[in-house]
């Protein structure tokens, strides 16, 4: 069983940066795969903000993103990060880290297989 716990979210003011964890856990889990955040507001449909393949360590953003976030990987703790700065209220919302094999590594959530609970961020 695969489990990937998030962690990082808050409230900030606009302008103001967080950084968002997600731990993975499970034996069944392979490291050579994609590793993803997304993000859901009130109201809107869930979005792709920043994907990375940990096979060549590629990554790709959200078009709204606008190098303002910032996708990596600790492979010795498990974890993947996302470096999120110069916030804006319409980054409010809550994100979700997914992970999939490296066949199914798009922007496509049908593809994920693994999800986390997701944790809250605000901006205000």
């Known amino acids: 069983q695969v489990q990937l716990v998030e962690s990082g979210g808050g409230s900030v003011q606009a302008g103001g940066s967080l950084r968002l964890s997600c731990t993975v856990s499970?034996?069944?889990?392979?490291?050579?795969?994609?590793m993803a955040w997304f993000r859901q507001a009130p109201g809107k449909a869930r979005e792709g903000v920043a994907m990375?393949?940990?096979?060549?360590?590629?990554?790709a953003y959200g078009d709204f993103v606008k190098g303002r976030f910032t996708i990596s990987r600790d492979s010795a703790k498990n974890t993947v990060y996302l470096e999120m700065n110069s916030l804006k209220p319409e980054d409010t919302a809550m994100y979700y880290c997914?992970?999939?094999?490296?066949?199914?590594?798009?922007?496509?959530?049908?593809?994920?297989?693994?999800w986390g609970q997701g944790t809250q961020v605000t901006v205000s």
């Open positions: 997914a992970a999939t094999s490296w066949l199914a590594c798009s922007w496509d959530q049908r593809g994920y297989n693994y």
């Open positions: 499970g034996s069944a889990y392979n490291w050579d795969s994609c």
């Open positions: 990375f393949y940990t096979g060549n360590t590629q990554t």
